[in-house]
């Protein structure tokens, strides 16, 4: 196959029937590009091979609660290079929610056995592969799209390990925000307006100007706690499915920050595709405008009086607040 003395500096691809690697011996499978690299070491000629990564050889499961920025940050995923973020194409990109029916039908989730599930899991994935041959394939999972006996089990954390699928666990910390936004949507719905998103700035400037800020009370605050309770659970889930499933935790609020976005992304990117920090990340902004302001003070009626209230001073949202102002 090789009929020429290659020298230090020169990279070329070669398509080969069957090529056995310099270095270790080891054969690559019939037709698999191979990357045929020269490197000048102690001035001796060296030779390496090695295969090109091949598209669907990792998974993930972009895991999380609505209201949440996770269509966002799927898009954001899906912009770089190596890793896709849902299936099929949608009106405003790749339908990135593949399980949603399980949102609809948790009453009959004691029902459901795990060949059922795991069907589903499987179709999503190749749903996912065939429409975007990427090294790195996903979508999002709710957590209520999860009946909670594969989580007692084990089966799932198994079928995790066993598919090579890596769990990023995005949480929207300020949940106050989430509450503010899930009452937004339902004010666009009845004034007859783009309820979740939009890929028109225009649009998506009028709509943050016409915004009306949230009214909290005392029941709000006490809906805020049991949502960072039930994200609090599902970290303690995940985590416990940590020696056997790779897993990367991060914040909505940390990806909303321009000036360290193109690192957390980077930072992403490497982990989904095994390949380390990914640096060339340049301008990661996703495909989506938004609809509301960033801020609790922008989004919250007396804000100052919320965040000095006592149940709220010492709270995982607080925290999350004062990040975004």
Same mark, same amino acid.
């Given at each position: =196959? ?11 691809? =070669?398509?080969?029937? !069957? ?6 011996? +080891? ?5 698999? &590009? ?20 091949? &598209? ?47 949102? =609809? ?11 059922? =599930? ?29 009946? &909670?006996?594969?989580?007692?089990? #084990? ?21 106050? !925000?989430? !509450? ?11 004034? $007859? ?33 049991? !949502? ?50 990914? +640096?060339?990340? $340049? #301008?990661?902004? #996703? ?39």
């Amino acid at each position: =196959y090789f009929g020429a003395v290659f020298f230090a500096g020169m990279l070329f691809e =070669y398509n080969s029937s !069957l090529i056995r690697s310099v270095v270790d011996g +080891s054969e690559f499978e019939r037709n698999e &590009p191979v990357r045929v690299t020269a490197k000048d070491t102690n001035k001796k000629e060296v030779i390496v091979l090695t295969k090109t990564r091949e &598209p669907c050889q990792k998974k993930f499961l972009l895991l999380t609660t609505q209201r949440s920025g996770s269509t966002w940050t799927c898009s954001l995923l899906h912009q770089q290079k190596g890793v896709s973020c849902g299936g099929r194409q949608g009106v405003l990109g790749p339908i990135s929610e593949l399980l949603i029916h399980y949102s =609809y039908k948790k009453k009959a989730f004691p029902k459901v056995t795990w060949q059922e =599930y795991q069907r589903d899991l499987d179709k999503a994935f190749a749903e996912a592969c065939h429409e975007h041959r990427e090294t790195s394939i996903g979508f999002k999972l709710m957590y209520d799209q999860i009946p &909670p006996q594969f989580l007692e089990d #084990g089966k799932l954390k198994h079928y995790l390990k066993e598919n090579n699928v890596s769990l990023i666990h995005l949480v929207r910390e300020a949940k106050i !925000l989430v !509450l503010a936004s899930k009452a937004d949507v339902g004010k666009r719905t009845a004034n $007859h307006q783009t309820k979740h998103h939009t890929t028109n700035a225009t649009k998506a400037k009028e709509l943050r100007e016409q915004g009306i800020k949230f009214q909290w009370n005392n029941g709000t605050i006490h809906d805020m706690l049991k !949502l960072e309770d039930i994200s609090i659970k599902w970290q303690a889930i995940v985590h416990r499915m940590a020696p056997l499933v790779r897993y990367y935790y991060v914040s909505y609020e940390s990806l909303l920050a321009a000036e360290e976005r193109d690192f957390l992304v980077g930072q992403l990117v490497g982990f989904l595709t095994h390949t380390g920090h990914d +640096s060339s990340i $340049h #301008g990661a902004q #996703g495909n989506l405008m938004q609809l509301s302001n960033s801020s609790c003070s922008d989004r919250l009626i007396n804000y100052e009086k919320f965040r000095a209230h006592v149940n709220i001073q010492n709270s995982r949202s607080a925290d999350a607040c004062d990040l975004l102002e």
